[in-house]
């Protein structure tokens, strides 16, 4: 169903990188999602009504929430959609993380709301009308919800959109809570203990955490995110794989949209190559990375020292002291000043996020001492930095 409704409604939709061909995956998303939650609406209500059922009612209320949100996806996803202009120079892609977010509230709203039921139900319990055709019709909603995500996570994943994806976990969400739902009937109806209201509760807070989970995961691109580790690796390699670069650090990923990101990246290329060349390798990458992965990336161009036998050795040395203090630190940006007296070691130190402003002083403290052990003449000049990647993956490309 999802590759019939994909190849009917999405117009070359293998170029997922094309805004149009993104927005159109988002509206066929959103379309998708409003009659399926309008459908079950309808549906659970009027089994709620029949039952006298809370947590059916509040289970068909979230549904209508879902609604609700799919409407304003549909609307955030068009806004989006639409062109840079001289006020948003990046376009308006971070619009389908705002409607997210809202989207969130909603749910938020909705669980809170039947979270002050569920707990008068508990204190004044009222009798439930079991039907046999009521719990059938709430199975096939489960059914429906379990494609519904399924649907979604298949093209969150396709187009890499967080809002699809916390739309699958939202829908799977509502397959456990109609599942609760169905095991209270039965439960109330075989055993004759009443446990509407306490299931009615669950469902709730159920709502209010999906709510929760949406709203933290459209806040962090807001808020500005570490890069993500598997981009860090895909752009890095791809630099690094062009002859005249000899290593990269420093890379920055700014998102404006799921599909709107720029770039900045340290490249290392040899000193004793002529600076026009390596402009000319800098800027075909700029070009290839942009046409390649669709970011905007931009390349500062840091020249090394490649052929010199004792600066090479020099920065083994200090790699090798700095990892035996911490294997998670490393180094980038050396460069080495002999003079009369003293050898000026001076290059920049990547620390995990761990490292507060005292513990930096004092590793720097610690990496001095060491290095002067090793030749009285060294001095360094060293320059504290933390890294841009997700923490749980710093060590990647460093």
């Known amino acids: 169903m999802t590759k019939y409704l994909v190849r009917k409604f999405v117009k070359n939709s293998e170029e997922i990188e094309r805004s149009e061909v993104r927005t159109a995956y988002g509206i066929l998303a959103s379309i998708v999602g409003i009659i399926c939650n309008v459908f079950l609406f309808a549906v659970k209500l009027s089994i709620g009504v029949i039952l006298n059922s809370l947590s059916v009612t509040a289970d068909a209320f979230n549904n209508l929430s879902d609604a609700a949100s799919s409407v304003i996806s549909f609307i955030g996803v068009k806004m989006a959609s639409k062109p840079a202009d001289k006020d948003h120079p990046f376009g308006h892609g971070r619009v389908e993380y705002i409607s997210a977010l809202v989207v969130s509230f909603l749910i938020l709203e909705v669980g809170f709301t039947f979270f002050k039921s569920a707990i008068g139900k508990i204190r004044n319990p009222e009798e439930l009308d079991f039907q046999l055709v009521s719990v059938i019709i709430l199975v096939l909603s489960v059914g429906v919800k379990l494609w519904l995500s399924l649907f979604n996570g298949r093209l969150g994943k396709k187009i890499n959109s967080s809002v699809m994806k916390a739309t699958s976990a939202d829908a799977m969400g509502d397959v456990v809570t109609t599942t609760a739902t169905i095991i209270s009937i039965l439960i109330t109806r075989f055993s004759g203990v009443n446990i509407d209201g306490f299931v ?199």
């Open 200 to 398: 009615g509760l669950i469902v709730s807070l159920v709502v209010m955490y999906a709510g929760i989970n949406i709203a933290k995961d459209t806040l962090m691109p807001l808020i500005g995110e570490a890069v993500d580790p598997q981009v860090y690796e895909e752009i890095t390699k791809m630099v690094e794989s062009y002859d005249g670069i000899v290593g990269s650090h420093d890379l920055i990923v700014h998102n404006y949209g799921p599909s709107h990101s720029m770039a900045s990246i340290h490249a290392e290329v040899p000193n004793d190559v002529d600076i026009e060349i390596s402009h000319e390798i800098i800027d075909g990458i700029e070009r290839d990375v942009t046409k390649k992965m669709g970011i905007i990336l931009v390349i500062h161009m840091d020249p090394v020292e490649v052929n010199n036998y004792s600066v090479l050795a020099t920065r083994s040395v200090v790699e090798k002291v700095i990892g035996a203090i911490d294997e998670k630190v490393s180094i980038h940006d050396f460069r080495y000043v002999h003079g009369e007296e003293q050898i000026n070691l001076i290059f920049d130190v990547v620390v995990p996020y761990e490292y507060d402003k005292e513990r930096q002083v004092e590793l720097k403290e610690i990496i001095c001492e060491r290095l002067c052990e090793v030749d009285a003449r060294y001095r360094c000049v060293i320059t504290m930095e933390k890294s841009y990647v997700a923490e749980h993956k710093n060590g990647i490309g460093k």
